[in-house]
């Protein structure tokens, strides 16, 4: 009941960061609602990680892989999302989700500051930015410094420039790395659905969103002061002061018991617990499928495919992929030979949410080498990367149910060997090219919570975006690809000058999806004066 009780205020917050005032006072005086004090900080981590990441992973499925191409919504008529037909109720549901759970993550940060625990301090600081940077990464400038600060009376907040905003976060997970105590174990330890009260693994996924947060804002390096590059530098190269993910055993996942409602994975639900509930209204994208198989052979070439996705009986279990952006007509008459997303390794009552890996931090570490920022070979943190990435799938094949020509159904086994040829196959051994890492990173952060892949589409422009025809005839984004989403009504009109100001610090007047983010390639490109050398600018249109 204290969880209920406490998730009462969430909404209060959420309305607070976009200014809205409403009903804000009656809710925020609800005697129901819990105050600071009235619940012990370890109470608040379970269902900070496990419902928030049960949140984040629906809409992952929903919105993230829709509109970044992974899948392609089956109910043609109904879900076009892939189309970016993205509306103002779709706005709201990532905006109150981020404000909500960073809401929590503060409140339980303010209760250890009450309690002298500088260990849960930290976790409260590390998930408010992980959960403040989804929302600024998806609609730009957001009130930081400012925000969850309605129940105080502030209903209109500031709202700073993403620079102002990375700025904040990037002393925020400063502050919690300063604050752990790796010597002692987390109170409550039970409660820690991640890592089981192993502080020096909370420590380690602190560095890593570091890591995260600053190659996000790379393209802006020299407009920091340390530059972004020499923060990285200083993070990647001191590993006892900035410990980071080291090994899969290390991977930032959201464990589930699989015993009750509270306990068990989003998607093993009644809605989407048969194959046809979940594989059968998202199926897997065109350029998925492309980036993992041999198109003269039809054969996949990467091993983990197996795992995410399975053909269709209907194709004769030959690998075709959704068009996104395709015309309902497309749509409706191909959607029975399309590739399924694999039910059985992707929804089981104890499936894990993850919401950060060590591939990641080695693709990050590849790229830094690449551009020359830290010390090593960016082919080898490359191919450490894949491999921890296929290391990590393999673990999954067990539950797979793969089916051979004739329709058998068998696990799938990902041996060293097969991963060395994968390393060896000409599309995938690197070239030297920042394209090769990007792209690959891209395809490792399958199924990583949030909006990763997204923010990295836009943020190097890779892999290149194919605008489908009816994306591109209905207008939603005037034929681009989807730059940013809009902020939500409620925002626009119950703060609309600062709103006003924040559109305005990213290059536009108007509250649309084609004005880029300050942080994405596009953006840094325009100001910059140099052309944006790929399909945002290019319109490379499909025609289906």
Request: glycine content about 8%; proline content about 3%.
């Amino acid at each position: 009941m204290k969880y209920t009780k406490y998730l009462a205020i969430v909404l209060a917050s959420a309305l607070s960061a976009a200014g809205c005032t409403g009903d804000f006072e009656d809710i925020n005086s609800d005697p129901n609602n819990i105050i600071v004090g009235d619940i012990e900080p370890a109470n608040m981590l379970e269902p900070l990680l496990m419902n928030g990441a049960n949140a984040l992973i629906y809409n992952t499925y929903y919105y993230c892989n829709e509109i970044s191409q992974v899948t392609v919504a089956s109910a043609s008529n109904v879900r076009d999302e892939h189309r970016y037909n993205i509306t103002n109720s779709n706005y709201s549901t990532i905006w109150n989700l981020g404000f909500n759970w960073a809401k929590n993550a503060k409140h339980m940060h303010d209760l250890a500051v009450n309690n002298g625990d500088v260990n849960y301090q930290a976790i409260g600081l590390t998930l408010k930015v992980y959960y403040l940077q989804l929302v600024t990464d998806v609609f730009g400038g957001i009130p930081y410094q400012e925000a969850l600060q309605g129940d105080s009376g502030l209903l209109k907040p500031r709202v700073e420039t993403q620079k102002e905003v990375y700025e904040g976060m990037i002393a925020d997970l400063e502050r919690a790395n300063s604050l752990y105590n790796t010597s002692v174990v987390l109170p409550k330890k039970e409660k820690d659905a991640m890592f089981q009260g192993d502080i020096l693994k909370w420590k380690k996924f602190t560095n890593s969103l570091l890591l995260r947060v600053l190659m996000r804002v790379s393209g802006r390096s020299d407009e920091f002061s340390p530059t972004i590059a020499q923060r990285i530098r200083t993070v990647v190269s001191d590993p006892a002061a900035y410990p980071v993910l080291s090994s899969n055993d290390d991977n930032a996942l959201v464990k589930y018991a699989g015993t009750d409602t509270y306990n068990h994975n989003e998607f093993n639900t009644n809605s989407y617990g048969t194959e046809n509930g979940f594989s059968g209204d998202h199926h897997v994208a065109e350029q998925i499928i492309k980036m993992m198989v041999d198109e003269g052979t039809n054969t996949e070439f990467d091993p983990r495919l197996r795992i995410w996705a399975k053909p269709r009986a209907a194709n004769g279990y030959a690998w075709k992929g959704a068009v996104s952006g395709c015309s309902i007509d497309y749509g409706n008459s191909n959607k029975q030979y399309e590739t399924f997303m694999h039910y059985e390794t992707l929804v089981r009552d104890n499936n894990p949410n993850c919401l950060m890996d060590y591939a990641e931090i080695l693709f990050i570490k590849a790229e830094a080498a690449f551009h020359g920022w830290i010390d090593g070979s960016a082919k080898e943190y490359y191919e450490q990367a894949l491999t921890a990435s296929c290391q990590k799938w393999a673990a999954y094949g067990q539950y797979a149910a793969f089916p051979d020509k004739d329709g058998n159904t068998a696990p799938v086994i990902i041996t060293s060997a097969d991963i060395q040829e994968f390393l060896a196959n000409e599309n995938v051994a690197y070239d030297g090219t920042l394209q090769r890492i990007a792209e690959q990173k891209w395809l490792s952060l399958f199924w990583v919570c949030g909006f990763e892949m997204y923010n990295e589409m836009r943020r190097t422009g890779y892999p290149e975006v194919v605008i489908g025809k009816a994306a591109r005839e209905y207008g939603y984004t005037k034929g681009l690809f989807i730059a940013r989403w809009g902020y939500p009504t409620i925002a626009m009109a119950n703060n609309n000058a600062n709103y006003m100001a924040a559109l305005a610090a990213m290059g536009g007047t108007e509250n649309n999806k084609v004005l880029p983010v300050w942080w994405s390639g596009q953006a840094v490109a325009r100001d910059a004066g140099t052309p944006w050398e790929h399909s945002f600018r290019k319109l490379i249109y499909g025609d289906k």
